[in-house]
């Protein structure tokens, strides 16, 4: 990970990983950082697979985070996540390492990218939230 990714993770309250750590070394990796409410990816290993869920939500102050890796193919993306987590206020995934952001009525869905492995993105990137008001505010980062 970059110096700039490291300095936004140690300063961070909660860390937010949706998956593919690969090996439990980058996990613990990250909880040296600091806390980390995480869920497994597809190329996760298997002692990750059993120690991390596939979902999770979380309550922040005002709003409930969702968190998954795998929100499915893109066509109704929005409305499918909508329906899963109907409690969410946003919902975070991972799986295509490509970076998104959308939002319909108030509804958010936000994939970070990757800071490690930008596959077809330009860029590597993470994601950094803020909670003010009753609302979440994401917001990509794009790193060298």
């Known amino acids: 990970m970059s110096d700039e990714c490291l ?13 593919d750590f690969s090996e439990a070394s980058v996990l613990a990796e990250l909880r040296e950082l600091g806390h980390v409410a995480a869920v497994h990816g597809n190329v996760d290993s298997p002692e990750l697979r059993s120690e991390l869920p596939e979902s999770i939500s979380l ?7 969702a968190v998954i890796h795998d929100a499915g193919p893109a066509k109704g993306r929005l409305e499918r996540l909508r329906g899963r987590f109907p409690e969410a206020d946003a919902v975070v995934f991972g799986h295509s ?26 860029n590597r990137s993470m994601g950094e939230a803020s909670i003010q008001g009753g609302r979440i505010e994401l917001r990509h980062l794009t790193l060298p």
């Open 97 to 122: 390492h490509m970076p998104l952001h959308e939002e319909r009525e108030g509804f958010q869905i936000f994939n970070p990218g990757s800071p490690t492995e930008r596959r077809r993105s330009p």
């Open 59 to 65: 309550d922040l102050e005002d709003i409930t985070l």
């Open 7 to 19: 300095a936004v993770l140690r300063a961070a309250d909660l860390i937010v990983h949706a998956g």
